[in-house]
């Protein structure tokens, strides 16, 4: 046992620094991550997108000076942590150190690679569902109070995390009430953790009540934006790629928890997996929102494994080490930036990886490289050309300028690097950037940032006395690749009121006042 535990804790430490060990460094925070940096700025008890435990490490980020290594410790040091909870529950069925590897494996290898590199809400919330498994997997096994207490909390910050947790809470109790150990809910230390979680949970119920449900509005946007083009087939065929180089191990750990009468207290957890899996394809939900289900099947799986080969068939645990390497080294280029776009889409296209559909984006086609990937590119070039056409402005008119784009990734790129080129504050109407506009705003000038390649030839450009293309974003893989910038001088009274009156109309899609 204290041989598992040093093991358990190198990994946990391995897995930390594997991020830092394997991303390429020409790239950039990514669109996303530009976004929850922003909220940081903005501290409250809620945003449009997401919960506000995530802005706490943002806010933490600024204050650690916004360098990269900081930006990516967060989802690194979770990952260490989901892991050294999946380690635990391998300790706690019984397994040893060849189990703790083989749970190691999914953290290496498999999707939890890019989780772990991006931040982002899904690193907390895998690490908060992880945490609900262990803990009603411990007080099953203990039948100690203390873990429904320990559940409570985990259900609370992780509503606090990410909305999605919801959906494993409903599926735990799904799972709970389908097998014997529904007897939980006669448990009077259940309601009271439910109670703590509600008490946490609180402050973002208001907030969400008191601007009138903006997550819905979001989710609104989300299923008429994205989540439209998720077919049923394909997000089941994805729970198997996003881990194909462990494809078997939680499938054992499935069947393991089914079928084995050892593991008959513990079935709740394959019930609740596939109630997920069948809330998602109703909600049409992304391929990703699934992954916080899985670190307890891979413990499982892990030690069913160990268990199967303790006696006979030792053999394949070298076959069980040796394929997921060979897969892992293939995968891992899909995972993570390892190499400069360039090198990478070379790679790409020599491995004819699109048949696997891991360079489809949200638009359901294939490009040169992952949707990720380009989400991390063109950023500071973007500022740069906003930066050349802001100084194009004299002193005078700068005072009377106003820095807009059309999207948070935009947005949150200026206001990212703006220091940098002695920008001031850039707004959008995107995403939460809505709620930091202020309520009047005063323009003369605008330089305008925006993915429309024909804005130039829009009517309202002829409300200005001088309109002028400075440049555009030419980084080759960046999504952002055509982005015009634009400097607008001279605003007549039409197109300021036009501007107001459209920010209105947004705010008011939000129910904002």
């Not at 499982?300 to 199967?308: Q, T």
């Not at 040796?322 to 891992?332: E, M, R």
């Not at 952002?480 to 009156?501: E, S, V």
Request: glycine letters at 6%.
């Amino acid at each position: 046992m204290k041989n598992s535990n040093r093991l358990l804790y190198l990994l946990a430490a391995v897995k930390l620094v594997l991020p830092f060990v394997l991303q390429n460094g020409v790239y950039e925070p990514h669109r996303d991550e530009l976004l929850y940096l922003a909220e940081g700025h903005h501290m409250a008890w809620g945003f449009m997108e997401v919960p506000p435990l995530l802005s706490v490490f943002a806010w933490l980020t600024h204050l650690l000076g916004d360098g990269m290594f900081w930006i990516k410790l967060w989802p690194s040091l979770f990952g260490a942590l989901t892991y050294l909870i999946t380690g635990r529950i391998i300790l706690l069925l019984g397994g040893r150190s060849y189990a703790l590897f083989l749970g190691f494996l999914p953290f290496a290898l498999g999707g939890y690679l890019r989780v772990h590199y991006l931040f982002q809400p899904n690193f907390l919330e895998i690490f908060f569902w992880t945490m609900i498994a262990w803990s009603l997997i411990c007080f099953v096994k203990t039948s100690g109070n203390q873990w429904l207490y320990v559940l409570g909390l985990s259900a609370g910050l992780g509503m606090m995390s990410k909305y999605s947790v919801l959906f494993y809470i409903t599926a735990v109790c799904l799972g709970l009430l389908l097998t014997r150990e529904r007897k939980i809910f006669a448990n009077r230390h259940l309601y009271m953790a439910g109670l703590i979680a509600l008490v946490i949970c609180l402050p973002n119920f208001w907030w969400q009540y008191r601007l009138h449900f903006p997550v819905v509005y979001h989710m609104e946007k989300l299923q008429r934006t994205q989540l439209q083009y998720i077919s049923p087939v394909s997000f089941l065929l994805d729970q198997f790629i996003m881990f194909l180089p462990v494809f078997f191990i939680w499938p054992a750990g499935l069947l393991y928890v089914f079928l084995a009468p050892a593991a008959r207290p513990y079935r709740f957890i394959g019930w609740a997996y596939l109630a997920v899996i069948i809330l998602l394809l109703l909600g049409r939900g992304k391929n990703y929102y699934a992954l916080g289900a899985y670190p307890v099947l891979f413990a499982f799986g892990a030690f069913a494994l160990e268990e199967m080969t303790r006696q006979r068939l030792r053999w394949l645990r070298y076959v069980f080490i040796l394929v997921p390497l060979w897969l892992g080294y293939t995968f891992v280029y899909v995972a993570l930036p390892l190499l400069p776009p360039d090198r990478l889409a070379a790679y790409y296209r020599q491995h004819d990886t699109q048949k696997l559909g891991l360079l489809k984006w949200e638009d359901g086609n294939n490009h040169p490289l992952p949707q990720d990937f380009s989400d991390m590119q063109g950023w500071e070039e973007m500022t740069a050309k906003m930066a050349l056409a802001y100084n194009q402005l004299d002193s005078a008119e700068k005072k009377k300028a106003l820095l807009f784009c059309d999207n948070y990734g935009e947005a949150g790129a200026l206001n990212f690097y703006g220091p940098k080129y002695h920008l001031p504050e850039t707004y959008s109407d995107d995403a939460s950037f809505l709620y930091w506009i202020p309520d009047s705003l005063h323009f003369d000038n605008l330089v305008l940032l925006t993915p429309d390649t024909l804005e130039m030839e829009h009517p309202f450009i002829k409300n200005f006395a001088y309109a002028k293309l400075v440049g555009r974003v030419t980084s080759p893989y960046a999504r952002q690749r055509g982005d015009l910038i634009i400097l607008l001088k001279g605003a007549n009274g039409d197109i300021k009121k036009m501007f107001i009156d459209k920010l209105e109309k947004d705010k008011s899609m939000v129910n904002f006042h």
